[in-house]
């Protein structure tokens, strides 16, 4: 069990899981979390996933455990590691279910006076125009070759339909695209699934939130993200590849696990069966999962033009498309190819991002030039009664996290044991007198994403901004949840 690794501090953020614990280690491990946060990780197996990971073939420089963390299948939530791109592997399991499950935020040029009193109309009509709930499908039925068309071009498919602005690309990780995708790995039960849902939040933890700017930690970066206006309301979206990218997941996780003999793997658990990268197998996962995050693009791309038109038949003239302008759409749960040093050399590696976010520094050569200068906005989710947070990279994320940071608040509690801790109607009451409207598709599933059930967001963003992997720049709470 996780209570009996040794965790050896470094400094207030960092902790290490030495490589002498395990034989199997190939790395060490390293934990960020404050002594609070370090002690929820010890009642939880995440620290013990870590350990595992670190015995994957190909690994290097050390597994990741970000404050967020908890348990996952395979990988914990909130795991990064990366493989050598030669002779590494690639695992199901360290990117996840829901392929390019990202957010991204939105820009109004509203205060919340101009609001609060439409709040209700607001949340009718966006409850309206995002479907939502456990497979529900989606704005927008496929044929075979507008669904193949998506998986290959991602945003861009969507912005060329009139879902958006080509400005959008310019904000969005990657401009919506991983290049390399192979449509032709992909299963027919995964297109089947894929056809009725772009446009769709789903269920669980997705979700669209209005939002009011409450607090400022770093004026310029906001003033250059448009969000610079303390009572300026904003809008968010969580969400990824749907039916679609759970699937390829599904296929390739049974695929991976059918050939671990086959590769001489012998791992900790089975849920980290893995590919290695220069396989047919392995090169086939990787381009059915670039299908999959580009369909999660897409998907964003769609439900952001509902937020749109939401807010124009509302609002009218105010809220005008040119009005609510993308602030930036940043990725969890997927494999990219980065190159860093490692042991003194420049390496190329495969970077597993479970339930952690990319956080690239100012200067960054991949930054759209209107964030060269600031760094790269990261947005992390609370939960729906606290609080969110806008950061940006910085430079410690390029010197101890291959680029990245934690991707939200995390969870501390299960979704039973949190079912068990509210009733649905119990919630809604105190999120109401919070000033916070609800519309949900399911008020069974509600009490699973109870804001007890999570870690204190504020708490595990000083994690990250103490310890130089992203920089606060400012605090959003809640005023409209649409939920699945």
């Not at 073939?57 to 597994?63: A, D, E, L």
């Not at 309206?128 to 529900?136: A, C, D, E, F, N």
């Not at 009139?162 to 995708?181: F, I, N, Q």
């Not at 509302?314 to 009005?323: E, H, M, T």
Request: charge should be neutral.
């Amino acid at each position: 069990m996780s209570q009996k690794i040794p965790l050896e501090r470094i400094d207030s953020t960092r902790w290490r899981i030495p490589q002498r614990f395990d034989p199997a280690m190939r790395v060490p491990g390293i934990v960020y979390g404050d002594d609070e946060l370090i002690q929820l990780m010890l009642g939880d197996n995440a620290l013990q996933q870590v350990v595992n990971v670190a015995a994957l073939p190909g690994i290097v420089g050390y597994v990741l455990g970000m404050p967020d963390i908890h348990w996952g299948y395979g990988f914990p939530v909130g795991g990064v590691a990366a493989t050598d791109a030669e002779t590494g592997v690639i695992s199901p399991g360290g990117i996840g279910f829901d392929i390019n499950c990202g957010v991204r935020l939105m820009a109004t040029d509203l205060l919340y006076d101009q609001v609060k009193g439409r709040a209700d109309n607001l949340a009718d009509v966006l409850f309206k125009r995002l479907p939502s709930g456990v497979g529900g499908d989606g704005m927008r039925l496929l044929s075979r070759d507008e669904m193949r068309a998506v998986t290959l071009q991602g945003a861009a498919w969507a912005v060329e339909e009139g879902y958006g602005l080509p400005e959008d690309l310019d904000v969005t990780e990657e401009r919506g695209c991983l290049a390399g995708a192979m449509p032709e790995a992909v299963s027919q039960q995964a297109w089947t699934r894929g056809l009725k849902q772009l446009g769709s939040l789903g269920s669980g933890n997705h979700f669209c939130e209005i939002q009011v700017v409450d607090h400022i930690y770093d004026q310029r970066a906001a003033d250059a993200m448009g969000i610079g206006r303390k009572g300026q309301v904003v809008a968010s979206l969580h969400c990824g590849s749907r039916g679609f990218g759970h699937q390829i997941a599904e296929d390739f996780t049974k695929l991976a696990e059918s050939k671990q003999k086959e590769y001489g793997f012998e791992l900790a658990d089975r849920q980290l069966a893995c590919l290695p990268l220069q396989s047919q197998e392995g090169q086939a996962y990787l381009g059915a999962m670039k299908c999959a995050a580009n369909f999660a693009w897409a998907n964003r791309q769609l439900l952001m033009d509902g937020v749109r038109k939401s807010f124009a038949e509302i609002f009218g003239r105010k809220a005008r498309v040119k009005d609510l302008p993308l602030v930036y759409d940043v990725c969890h749960n997927i494999a990219k190819m980065e190159e860093y040093e490692i042991d003194g050399q420049m390496k190329r590696v495969c970077v597993h991002r479970k339930g952690a976010t990319r956080a690239f520094p100012a200067g960054h050569p991949a930054l759209p030039e209107k964030y060269r200068e600031i760094g790269q906005p990261v947005f992390i989710p609370g939960d729906m009664g606290r609080y969110s947070f806008m950061l940006v990279g910085a430079p410690g994320s390029m010197e101890q996290s291959f680029g990245s940071c934690c991707h939200g608040a995390g969870r501390r509690m299960s979704r039973t044991a949190a079912k068990k801790s509210v009733e649905s109607h119990e919630l809604l009451e105190q999120l109401a007198k919070k000033g916070i409207t609800v519309r949900v598709h399911s008020k069974n599933l509600l009490a699973e994403e109870a804001p007890q059930a999570y870690k204190d967001a504020q708490q595990v963003v000083n994690v990250v901004h103490n310890a130089g992997l992203a920089t606060l720049v400012v605090r959003l709470k809640p005023l409209i949840v649409v939920k699945g």
